[in-house]
C-alpha cells in the first residue's frame, strides 16, 4: 500500500522544538508562561491591528467563551452559519441555548446576508432578539463581512467571528479575525498552523479579553485564597502549545503560500473539465486556501459524482472528504430552526474537498492527478 496523502497534516516549520526546549530548561512546563505571551504577540502582530488575544486550549473553548461573554443565557437564541463544522454551534448547545441556522450564499459559500437578515427579522417577530450571530470563514474563504456586520450593526447583534479555518485570509487586507466583537482561530492539528491542539479568542477591546483570560483560568478572583464569585473554565494554552505556535507563526506566511500553490495547481488540473467547478475568490477576497475545494455536477459530467472521485481516491489511499455537511441536516439539531434555499444542502451534495496540505510534494501531485486522470477521462 502506497503511503497515506491526508486532507491536511501537521507541517513543522523546524525551530518549533527551540521553543519548547526552552520551556523545559526554564521549567515552564505549566500552562501559561513567557511562550504563551509572547505567542499571543505574534497572533496580534500578524493580524496587523489594535487587537488582543487569549491563546486557549482550543477554538472550541474560544466560542464557548465568546457567547458566556456576548452574556447568551439558556433559552437565548444563537444565529449561526449552518455550512460549518459542528464546532462552530456546539457551545450553543454547551448554554442551553437555541441556534438557529442560516444557509450559504453562492460566491464564498459561507452565511448569506439576505437569509441572515430574514432570520433576524422572523426571530423578532416571534418575540426573541438574537444574541449572537456567527459566522464563518469556511475553508479559508472570507464571509461576506461587510454586509454581515452591517446587518449586525443595524439590528445591534454582536459577531463572533469563527475564524477557525482562516488565519491569513482577508478582505481588501483587513485580516479574518478581526471583524467580529470577538473572534476565534484554531490550531487543531488540521489546520494552517497548528499548537498540536488550541485556539484563541481576539477582540478589539482589552476588556473582553481579559474578561476571557479570567473565565479561562478557573476565574480567580484576586484575593490570597482562593475565592470565586463566577463559574470558571480551565481553558487557557499549555506554554509547551505555545512554544509550537511560535515556531509555527514563523512560518504561516510560507503555509499561506504553499497551500494557495497546491490550489492552483488544482485549478489547471480542473479547469478545463465539464462539471467541476471552483470556488473563485470574488474581488477584494483573499483566501488561505486552507482546503482545496471543488464541486462536482453529475448532470454534465456524464454521471460522476463527488463520491466517485471520492472512492477512487481512496482506493489510492488518499483522503478527500465531502463538504462539512450542514447543521440544520444534522440529526442533534434537527429541531432548530433554518433560514435558507437549500444552497448549502447542494454544496454538500456535490461538494469535496481535496487534500491540500502545505506538505504534499510533487509525487503526492502526481498521485492525485494520477485518479482524477482515471477517473474523467
Ligand atoms: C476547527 C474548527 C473549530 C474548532 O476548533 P478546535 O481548535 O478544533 O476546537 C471551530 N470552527 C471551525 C469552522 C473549525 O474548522
Sequence with gaps: MKPKIWLSSPHMGGT??????????????????????????DITAFLKEDVHAAALSAGTAGIHLALILAGVQPGDEVICQSMTFSASANPIAYLSAIPVFVDSETDTWNMSPQWLEAAIKDRIAKGKTPKAIIPVHLYGMPAKMQEIMAIAAQYD????????????????????????????LSFNGNKIITTSGGGALVAHDAAIVAKARFLATQA???????????????????????????????????????????????????????????????????????????????????AITRETLRLALDEENIESRPLWKPMHLQPVFKDSPFYGDGTSEKLFENGLCLPSGSNLTADDMQRIFRVIDKVFN
Excluded at 19 to 27: L, M, P, R, V
Excluded at 157 to 183: F, N, Q
Excluded at 244 to 256: D, F, Y
Design 220 to 302: 480567580r478572583d484576586a484575593a490570597p485564597h482562593y475565592e470565586h464569585t463566577h463559574i470558571g473554565y480551565n481553558y487557557r494554552m499549555s506554554n509547551i502549545c505555545a512554544g509550537i505556535g511560535r515556531g509555527q507563526m514563523e512560518v504561516l506566511a510560507k503555509r499561506i503560500d504553499q497551500r494557495r500553490a497546491v490550489y492552483q495547481q488544482y485549478y489547471n488540473k480542473l479547469k478545463g473539465i465539464k462539471g467541476i467547478t471552483l470556488l473563485d475568490e470574488p474581488a477584494g477576497y483573499f483566501s488561505n486556501r486552507w482546503l482545496s475545494t471543488i464541486l462536482v455536477n453529475p448532470a454534465e459530467t456524464g
Design 157 to 184: 447583534i454582536p459577531v463572533i467571528e469563527d475564524a477557525a479555518e482562516a488565519l491569513g485570509s482577508h478582505i481588501d487586507g483587513k485580516m479574518c479575525g478581526t471583524y467580529g466583537a470577538m473572534s476565534i
Design 16 to 41: 518549533e522544538l527551540n521553543y519548547i526546549h526552552e520551556a523545559f530548561d526554564t521549567n515552564w512546563v505549566a500552562p501559561l508562561g513567557p511562550n504563551v505571551d509572547n505567542f499571543e504577540k
